[in-house]
């Protein structure tokens, strides 16, 4: 006898979200929703914000959940919802629990990874937030050379 397994994804559409801003405009505003979202977590948490071609927010979604210092995240998971959403832009963000906003070398190889999978898709990744207390870092505006588009 088979047996077919449903996973299922949590995805909050516009509405519904903690804290959606009318529209996502500059890493400040994202900054600020996505603080909402992570707090103050102990664990890295990976989350995607999915945008409208006006910047408004249309959905988002904790990506992944990892540990003290590490958080895994793949493509395949963050631009499903995005596909399903009918999204044309998303920015991620994840969170350094130590405070430091430093991107990690690994950091900036899925933001690569993420803009290279965005453009074959027709969605674009528009910025990867590192989230520290109490700042933040955009990887867009310290290493824009990771972006394709």
Request: glycine share 10%; charged share 20%.
């Amino acid at each position: 006898m088979a047996t077919t397994a449903v996973r299922e994804i949590e995805i909050r559409i516009k509405g519904k979200g903690r804290g959606m801003a009318a529209t996502v405009t500059n890493p400040e505003a994202a900054a600020a929703f996505f603080r909402g979202i992570i707090g103050q977590d102990v664990r890295e948490q990976f989350v995607a914000l999915y945008l409208d071609g006006r910047n408004h927010p249309i959905g988002w979604r904790i990506v992944s959940v990892g540990t003290a210092n590490e958080s895994f995240a793949h493509p395949r998971e963050v631009f499903q919802a995005a596909v399903g959403l009918g999204a044309v832009q998303v920015v991620v963000a994840h969170n350094h629990p130590s405070g430091d906003t430093r991107p990690s070398l690994p950091d900036l190889e899925v933001t690569q990874r993420l803009s290279a999978a965005g453009e074959i898709l027709g969605i674009h990744l528009i910025d990867h937030l590192v989230i520290g207390q109490p700042g933040f870092t955009s990887i867009r505006t310290v290493h824009p050379e990771r972006f394709r588009l």
